[in-house]
Protein backbone atom coordinates (compact mmCIF):
# COMPACT_ATOMS: atom_id res chain seq x y z
CA UNK A 1 0.00 0.00 0.00
CA UNK A 2 1.45 3.36 -0.83
CA UNK A 3 1.26 6.46 1.25
CA UNK A 4 -0.29 9.34 -0.77
CA UNK A 5 0.02 11.98 1.82
CA UNK A 6 2.35 14.84 0.64
CA UNK A 7 6.17 15.43 2.47
CA UNK A 8 7.57 18.82 4.07
CA UNK A 9 10.07 18.87 1.11
CA UNK A 10 6.97 18.77 -1.70
CA UNK A 11 5.06 21.27 -0.15
CA UNK A 12 8.38 23.57 0.75
CA UNK A 13 9.00 23.16 -3.73
CA UNK A 14 5.33 24.20 -4.12
CA UNK A 15 5.78 27.32 -1.85
CA UNK A 16 8.94 28.01 -3.53
CA UNK A 17 7.59 28.16 -7.32
CA UNK A 18 4.67 29.93 -6.38
CA UNK A 19 6.76 32.50 -4.79
CA UNK A 20 8.93 32.54 -8.01
CA UNK A 21 5.37 33.12 -9.86
CA UNK A 22 3.91 35.60 -7.91
CA UNK A 23 7.41 37.63 -7.82
CA UNK A 24 7.22 37.38 -11.20
CA UNK A 25 3.80 38.85 -12.39
CA UNK A 26 3.75 41.35 -9.58
CA UNK A 27 7.04 43.08 -11.31
CA UNK A 28 5.18 42.55 -14.78
CA UNK A 29 2.46 44.43 -13.35
CA UNK A 30 4.37 46.84 -11.97
CA UNK A 31 6.28 47.73 -15.32
CA UNK A 32 2.80 47.58 -16.88
CA UNK A 33 1.47 50.63 -14.59
CA UNK A 34 4.93 52.54 -14.75
CA UNK A 35 4.40 52.48 -19.12
CA UNK A 36 0.88 53.06 -18.71
CA UNK A 37 2.10 56.69 -16.47
CA UNK A 38 4.70 57.61 -19.08
CA UNK A 39 2.13 57.02 -21.83
CA UNK A 40 -0.15 59.13 -20.15
CA UNK A 41 2.66 61.99 -19.34
CA UNK A 42 3.99 62.18 -22.99
CA UNK A 43 0.05 62.26 -24.54
CA UNK A 44 -0.37 65.09 -22.01
CA UNK A 45 3.24 66.38 -23.47
CA UNK A 46 2.46 66.49 -27.11
CA UNK A 47 -1.17 67.74 -26.24
CA UNK A 48 0.37 70.51 -25.00
CA UNK A 49 2.77 71.03 -27.77
CA UNK A 50 -0.27 70.97 -30.36
CA UNK A 51 -2.17 73.60 -28.67
CA UNK A 52 0.96 75.97 -27.70
CA UNK A 53 1.58 75.20 -31.86
CA UNK A 54 -2.01 75.92 -33.12
CA UNK A 55 -1.96 79.40 -30.45
CA UNK A 56 0.86 80.61 -31.72
CA UNK A 57 -0.29 80.28 -35.59
CA UNK A 58 -3.48 81.50 -34.82
CA UNK A 59 -2.17 84.81 -33.45
CA UNK A 60 0.44 84.89 -36.20
CA UNK A 61 -2.46 84.51 -38.91
CA UNK A 62 -4.57 87.30 -37.36
CA UNK A 63 -2.13 89.82 -36.93
CA UNK A 64 -1.93 92.74 -39.49
CA UNK A 65 1.89 93.14 -39.61
CA UNK A 66 5.00 92.39 -36.98
CA UNK A 67 6.25 94.93 -34.60
CA UNK A 68 10.00 95.22 -35.66
CA UNK A 69 10.89 97.35 -33.22
CA UNK A 70 9.97 95.27 -29.83
CA UNK A 71 10.57 91.93 -31.26
CA UNK A 72 14.05 89.83 -31.13
CA UNK A 73 14.75 87.43 -34.10
CA UNK A 74 17.13 84.96 -34.45
CA UNK A 75 17.88 84.41 -30.56
CA UNK A 76 17.26 81.30 -28.58
CA UNK A 77 15.44 83.91 -26.01
CA UNK A 78 13.61 85.06 -28.90
CA UNK A 79 10.69 87.47 -28.77
CA UNK A 80 7.73 88.08 -31.17
CA UNK A 81 5.33 91.04 -31.09
CA UNK A 82 2.55 91.05 -33.15
CA UNK A 83 0.40 94.36 -33.97
CA UNK A 84 -3.47 92.99 -34.45
CA UNK A 85 -6.24 94.93 -35.83
CA UNK A 86 -8.01 94.20 -32.43
CA UNK A 87 -7.17 97.25 -29.84
CA UNK A 88 -8.04 94.70 -26.80
CA UNK A 89 -5.32 92.31 -28.35
CA UNK A 90 -2.86 95.37 -29.81
CA UNK A 91 0.02 94.39 -29.49
CA UNK A 92 0.07 90.64 -28.48
CA UNK A 93 3.34 89.47 -27.33
CA UNK A 94 5.22 86.15 -27.31
CA UNK A 95 8.37 85.42 -24.99
CA UNK A 96 10.33 83.06 -22.95
CA UNK A 97 11.09 83.41 -19.29
CA UNK A 98 11.87 80.69 -16.89
CA UNK A 99 11.18 77.69 -19.15
CA UNK A 100 7.90 78.95 -20.00
CA UNK A 101 6.05 80.62 -22.83
CA UNK A 102 4.09 83.60 -22.37
CA UNK A 103 1.65 85.53 -24.14
CA UNK A 104 0.84 88.65 -23.27
CA UNK A 105 -2.23 90.39 -25.63
CA UNK A 106 -2.95 94.25 -25.16
CA UNK A 107 -2.27 95.45 -21.48
CA UNK A 108 -3.33 92.34 -20.31
CA UNK A 109 -1.04 89.78 -17.53
CA UNK A 110 1.24 88.07 -19.37
CA UNK A 111 -0.23 84.16 -18.72
CA UNK A 112 1.56 81.02 -19.98
CA UNK A 113 1.05 78.87 -22.71
CA UNK A 114 1.53 75.66 -20.79
CA UNK A 115 1.53 73.90 -17.77
CA UNK A 116 4.30 73.20 -15.77
CA UNK A 117 4.65 69.67 -16.96
CA UNK A 118 6.66 71.28 -20.15
CA UNK A 119 10.07 72.91 -19.97
CA UNK A 120 11.06 75.19 -23.14
CA UNK A 121 15.07 75.45 -23.50
CA UNK A 122 14.70 77.59 -26.73
CA UNK A 123 12.30 79.68 -28.41
CA UNK A 124 13.38 80.82 -31.52
CA UNK A 125 11.86 83.18 -34.01
CA UNK A 126 13.26 84.29 -37.95
CA UNK A 127 11.06 86.86 -39.81
CA UNK A 128 12.11 85.62 -44.23
CA UNK A 129 10.61 89.01 -45.84
CA UNK A 130 10.69 89.52 -49.48
CA UNK A 131 9.89 91.92 -51.95
CA UNK A 132 6.02 91.87 -52.99
CA UNK A 133 5.97 88.96 -50.41
CA UNK A 134 4.13 88.83 -47.44
CA UNK A 135 6.18 88.37 -44.19
CA UNK A 136 6.58 85.00 -42.54
CA UNK A 137 7.57 84.02 -39.76
CA UNK A 138 9.57 80.54 -39.08
CA UNK A 139 9.13 79.65 -35.34
CA UNK A 140 11.75 76.88 -33.65
CA UNK A 141 10.82 76.05 -30.08
CA UNK A 142 12.49 72.65 -28.46
CA UNK A 143 10.51 70.97 -25.46
CA UNK A 144 13.05 69.59 -22.98
CA UNK A 145 11.41 66.65 -20.85
CA UNK A 146 10.84 66.85 -17.48
CA UNK A 147 13.73 65.59 -15.34
CA UNK A 148 11.14 62.61 -13.88
CA UNK A 149 10.49 61.71 -17.73
CA UNK A 150 14.68 62.05 -18.82
CA UNK A 151 14.82 58.38 -18.74
CA UNK A 152 12.69 57.94 -22.07
CA UNK A 153 14.90 60.56 -23.82
CA UNK A 154 12.05 62.44 -26.15
CA UNK A 155 12.64 65.95 -26.46
CA UNK A 156 10.08 67.81 -28.44
CA UNK A 157 10.55 70.29 -31.29
CA UNK A 158 8.31 72.33 -32.75
CA UNK A 159 9.11 73.71 -36.49
CA UNK A 160 6.92 75.20 -38.49
CA UNK A 161 6.20 78.64 -40.10
CA UNK A 162 3.69 80.91 -40.83
CA UNK A 163 2.70 83.89 -43.27
CA UNK A 164 1.27 86.82 -42.38
Known sequence: MKNKATTLLEIMIYFALLAVFLTAASSFSLQIINLSEISARMYELQ??????????????????????????????????????????????V???????????EGT??????HSSLLEVDSLHFHRVSYEKTPDQVIVDVILVTPSDLANIGTDLSLHFTVSL
Open 108 to 113: AVAEPL
Open 47 to 92: AQSSFLQEKMKTAILNAESINLTTSLFDSDQGVLALNMNTAGLDPT
Open 94 to 104: FSLSADTIFMK
